[in-house]
């Protein structure tokens, strides 16, 4: 068995009904409360164990957050909001660097979580992690690459964070991409840049993180954990002019259905959160290249002079008169999360401005 197997294993042993420890593995340790053969770790690990050591794999240390596993320090969070949801368990967001996903971190972070920024852009990812640790005074982020339409590199991401900590406990498919344009004129090229991050990047990264949650559930059949995507309200309803991007979004709903009733064995649910538009985000309010600006300046909305303008036509669509931020999305998340008696469902979170039938 390869430590690979022991770590979510052992976060798995040691699970308190909420979440298990925090395992940092190591090749060499000083000293190991237990020393075994990987064959007999389940018999001898008991709950409270700080440190094992198995036979040709290496040592693996255990706490109750990051800096209580790898250095014996601990300041366990100070959790505000839900508190308990995902307190001190192991988050992982895709494409959090920016946008929506950096609001889900920071949301998450403050209910307690131990995040991994996983993006393409990993020098923003590490940016953000540094901030936030410093911001808490404790270890609650890790910035780490992933480029989620590359198998190898999701596996890759999905073996550090195991090595790291142990497990995921939940594990947000967030990374997305948009390109607009008529059916008539779209290139397959766009067509499929935009699927193969939406619809196929969903599909490798749940491919190499529901092995590790099987395996975090398999010592005592109780240990619950989330696969949630953030699709969007165009995973809803269609959209004029986007099909690429609707389609992948309808797409990752059937998805996460079968998903659902397949990992449904392990404990693991599956959901997707389906958003209304993120006005203030980069997408929408980027200076130079967002969407306000490129319709004020291809005059997409008549009679608009300024970006202002442009944003009040689009806030005045939704019913609750804004746009959509990271925290109303964490809200669902949290729910889904919390909520031990659904799977396989959108959530839409749009101010009204989509409904479900
Ligand atoms: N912005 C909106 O109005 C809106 C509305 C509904 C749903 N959404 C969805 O929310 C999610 C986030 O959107 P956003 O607007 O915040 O995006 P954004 O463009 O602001 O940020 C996306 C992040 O994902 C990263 N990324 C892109 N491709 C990647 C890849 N292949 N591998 C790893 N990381 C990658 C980028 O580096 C970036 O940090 C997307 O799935 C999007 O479809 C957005």
């Known amino acids: 068995m390869k430590a690979l197997k022991i770590s979510p294993l ?15 593995y190591k090749s060499l340790i000083d000293y190991a409360e237990l020393t075994c053969t990987a064959d007999e770790l389940v018999e001898k690990f008991e709950k409270g164990m700080r440190s094992v050591m198995v036979e040709g794999v290496g040592g693996f240390l255990l706490g109750e957050d990051y ?15 839900r508190a308990g949801v995902v307190n001190n368990k192991v988050c992982v967001v895709t494409g959090g660097a920016q946008g929506f996903g950096e609001g889900i971190v920071r949301e998450l972070i403050k209910n307690g979580a131990l995040v991994f920024i996983a ?7 590490k940016k953000l992690a540094i901030e936030l640790n410093k911001q808490e005074g404790r270890t609650v982020a890790f910035g780490i690459s992933v480029n989620v339409t590359d198998e190898k590199s999701v596996k890759k991401m ?33 067509f499929e840049f935009v699927t193969d991050v939406n619809y196929i990047g969903f599909f490798l990264c749940t491919k190499y993180v529901a092995p590790v949650m099987e395996t975090m559930n398999q010592p005592q059949g109780n240990y619950y954990t989330d696969i949630v995507s953030i699709s969007s309200k165009s995973a809803l309803e269609g959209s004029n002019k986007n099909a690429a ?4 979004k309808f797409g990752s ?12 064995v392990d404990n693991t649910k599956v959901n997707t959160v389906c958003p209304g538009n993120f006005f203030d985000g980069p997408l929408w309010s980027d200076p130079e ?69």
Not at 182 to 188: A, R
């Open 67 to 81: 800096d209580d596993a790898a250095n014996g320090t601990t300041d366990v969070a100070k959790v505000s909001g």
């Open 119 to 125: 993006d393409m852009n990993v020098g923003g990812a």
């Open 10 to 24: 052992l976060r798995g042993l040691s699970f308190d009904g909420e979440k298990g420890d925090i395992v940092v």
């Open 245 to 248: 991007y609707a389609g992948s």
């Open 289 to 357: 290249r967002g969407l306000f600006v490129q319709y004020l300046n291809t005059g997409k909305v008549p009679g608009a002079e300024t970006v202002e303008d442009v944003k009040r036509h689009y806030e005045a669509q939704v019913p609750m008169n804004r746009g959509c931020d990271g925290e109303d999305v964490t809200k669902a998340i949290l729910y889904s999360v919390e909520q031990k008696y659904e799977t396989g469902q959108a959530i839409p979170v749009t101010g009204g401005q989509v409904m479900l039938n």
């Open 158 to 190: 999905v073996d550090e964070i195991v090595k790291t900590v142990g497990g995921i406990d939940l594990f947000i498919s967030n990374a997305g991409v948009l390109k607009a344009g008529s059916v008539k004129e779209m290139s397959l090229k766009d």
């Open 253 to 264: 709903v059937g998805l996460v259905q079968s998903f659902a009733k397949e990992l449904v």
